[in-house]
């Protein structure tokens, strides 16, 4: 009787661990979802914020492009309005909205700009 009563309890335990085990596997399988899922989510994160940032570059772009043709359009127009009386004054004139790199290169070349540019009044 109790071999029987023990085969009992052992079957009953088998049966419990399988079920268990089932139930191990199904939410196995949702965990394998949520990551996949979770794995989307990110991609779609990731592709939305991309996009965000070239909407922000082309914006600035549109922003920064009248600007810059400005600078560039003042640019022009005061180095070719060259003014002999006051060569110094031009040079900084065309020095106040240059890049310094642009700025320097105006330093290295002031002297050999009015070599040629006085004698040309």
């Known amino acids: 009787m109790v071999r029987i009563a023990l085969g009992g309890v052992v079957i009953a335990l088998v049966i419990a661990l399988g079920v268990v085990a089932g139930m191990l596997v199904a939410k196995g399988g949702d965990l ?16 939305v914020a991309d996009g965000l940032a070239q909407a922000k570059d082309r914006d600035a ?5 009248p600007r810059a043709e400005d600078i560039a359009t003042q640019h022009a127009v005061g180095a070719a309005t060259v003014d002999f009386h006051d060569f110094d004054g031009w040079e900084q004139r065309l020095k106040a909205n240059a890049m310094p790199q642009l700025a320097g290169n105006f330093d290295n070349t002031a002297a050999e700009l009015r070599e040629i540019l006085v004698p040309l009044q």
């Open 61 to 65: 772009a549109r922003t920064e492009g």
């Open 32 to 47: 394998d979802r949520v990551t996949s899922d979770r794995n989307s989510v990110a991609a779609e994160r990731d592709r």
